[in-house]
Antibody
Framework: EVLLVESGGGLVQPGGSLRLSCAAS????????MTWVRQAPGKGLEWVAN????????YYVDSEKGRFTISRDNAKNSLYLQITSLRVDDTAVYYC???????WGQGTLVTVSS | QAVLTQPSSLSASPGASASLTCTLR?????????IYWYQQKSGSPPQYLLR?????????GSGVPSRFSGSKDASANAGILLISGLQSEDEADYYC??????????FGGGTKLTVL
C-alpha cells in the first residue's frame, strides 16, 4: 500500500524559506513521477510541481517558477520541496502525491504570517 | 475559461446514483487524457478513487468500492464519476484532474456532494 508522509511545515514569517519533505513507502519510488499539490484554507486543490522518476525533468506552476524547487533522493525514497521568499498567500496544506500508483500523504501545513 | 469545469454542488438521495461531471475546455479532447478522480472528506486529505481513460485502460484505487466507476461522454467532452448506491459516507468534495501539457497537472474546482 502506498504510504506518503510529509513533514517540514510550520509557521514562517513572510520572506522566509522552508523545506518540505515526503517519505515514501509501499511502492517502488524510483520508478514514478512525483508531485506536490497544495490546498489553501477553504479552497480547492492546486498543482505546484512535478518531478520525473530519475529527477531529470521538473515542472512548476507558472506563478511559482523561481521560488519553488522540487527534488528527490531515490536512495532515501524521499521527495522535497524548497520554498523561498514565502508570502502570506502560500499558506496552505502541502501534499505529496503519486498519480501512478495513486496515493496522497496526509499533508503538512505551512502558515506564513508575521 | 477554466481547463476543467466541475459543478460546484450536487445533491442526491441515499441508495440513488450520482453522476459527477468534469468538462474539458473546448479544444481539449477528453479522449486524449486520463481523468483522475479524488474524494476529500471534511478535514481529511484527498483519497485516490480511480483513473479512467477508456474501458480498456482504467485503474481502480486500492480498496475503492466498485460502486465508484469512471466513464467519458465524448459528445459533452467530459469525464464522469458515477457513484451508485449512494451512502451517507459518500458525502464529500470530489475533484477531477488531468496531466496537461509539459507534465503539468490541472485540477477541477471540485464538486461538493451532499447525500440527503
Amino acid at each position: 500500500e502506498v504510504l506518503l508522509v510529509e513533514s517540514g511545515g510550520g509557521l514562517v514569517q513572510p520572506g522566509g524559506s522552508l523545506r518540505l519533505s515526503c517519505a515514501a513507502s509501499g511502492f517502488t519510488f524510483s520508478r514514478y513521477w512525483m508531485t506536490w499539490v497544495r490546498q489553501a484554507p477553504g479552497k480547492g486543490l492546486e498543482w505546484v510541481a512535478n518531478i520525473k522518476s530519475d529527477g531529470s525533468e521538473k515542472y512548476y506552476v507558472d506563478s511559482e517558477k523561481g521560488r519553488f524547487t522540487i527534488s528527490r533522493d531515490n536512495a532515501k525514497n524521499s521527495l522535497y520541496l524548497q520554498i523561498t521568499s514565502l508570502r502570506v498567500d502560500d499558506t496552505a496544506v502541502y501534499y505529496c502525491v503519486t498519480f501512478t500508483p495513486g496515493g496522497w500523504g496526509q499533508g503538512t501545513l505551512v502558515t506564513v504570517s508575521s | 475559461q477554466a481547463v476543467l469545469t466541475q459543478p460546484s454542488s450536487l445533491s442526491a438521495s441515499p441508495g440513488a446514483s450520482a453522476s459527477l461531471t468534469c468538462t474539458l475546455r473546448s479544444g481539449i479532447s477528453v479522449g486524449t487524457y486520463n481523468i483522475y478522480w479524488y474524494q476529500q472528506k471534511s478535514g481529511s486529505p484527498p483519497q485516490y478513487l480511480l483513473r479512467y481513460k477508456s474501458d480498456s485502460d482504467k485503474q481502480q484505487g486500492s480498496g475503492v468500492p466498485s460502486r465508484f466507476s469512471g466513464s467519458k461522454d465524448a459528445s459533452a467532452n467530459a469525464g464522469i464519476l458515477l457513484i451508485s448506491g449512494l451512502q451517507s459516507e459518500d458525502e464529500a468534495d470530489y475533484y477531477c484532474a488531468i496531466w496537461y501539457s509539459s507534465a503539468s497537472v490541472i485540477f477541477g474546482g471540485g464538486t461538493k456532494l451532499t447525500v440527503l
